[in-house]
């Protein structure tokens, strides 16, 4: 039991550093005002949360393309880094088996595909929030940009129905759907061969 508390603990302060990780490529990859200090404290509190990791690993692995690979690279290590802590607490010897390495990093890419997919769906629901409650809120053109480029093609094939945009919602049963089968399939896969890889 304390096992599994202690594992919980890590699990939540490790996958919420993930998710500002995220939320920091994800603004910048997807051209979401992104800027410390500017009276957004959700970029204030990703910025001040991630800076210490991210900042360092931009010196090693610079931006291409528009994109921060920094950020994700610094997302891989620490979910890679969970792992690593969950394996050596629930089975000490899995490190040393042939092979455990490489299923650890593709079960750590998985989780970031599974949390990049958690991420929109809170996004979006903050989104389709604020557009109905409250459409001139400070905070809604950043997240209006993180969810633009996923709403539009939807929008384009799907009608207005009594002046309420539907494509939300179709968009967030999609990801559901995305969670349940290809996500969960490689999840599972992945598991597996850790679980063959750490030698049971």
Known sequence: MATQALIFVIETVVNLFVLAVLTRFYSQALRAPFRANAGNPIVDFVVALTDFAVKPMRRIVPGMLGLDFASLLVAWIAETALLLVKAAIIAQ????????????????????????????????????????????????PFFDALVRPFLRPLQRIIPMI???????????????????????????????????????
């Open 162 to 200: 009594g002046g309420v945009d539907l494509s939300p919602f179709v968009l967030l049963l999609m990801l559901q759907v995305l969670l349940m089968v290809p996500v969960s399939y490689l999840e599972n896969s992945a598991g597996a061969l850790l679980t063959i890889a750490a030698g049971g």
């Open 93 to 140: 010897t899995a490190l040393t088996h042939a092979g455990f390495w490489p299923a650890v990093g593709l079960l750590a890419m998985v989780s970031i595909l599974k949390l990049s997919i958690y991420l929109l769906i809170g996004v979006v629901i903050v989104q389709a929030i604020l557009s109905w409650t409250s459409p001139y809120h400070p905070l809604r």
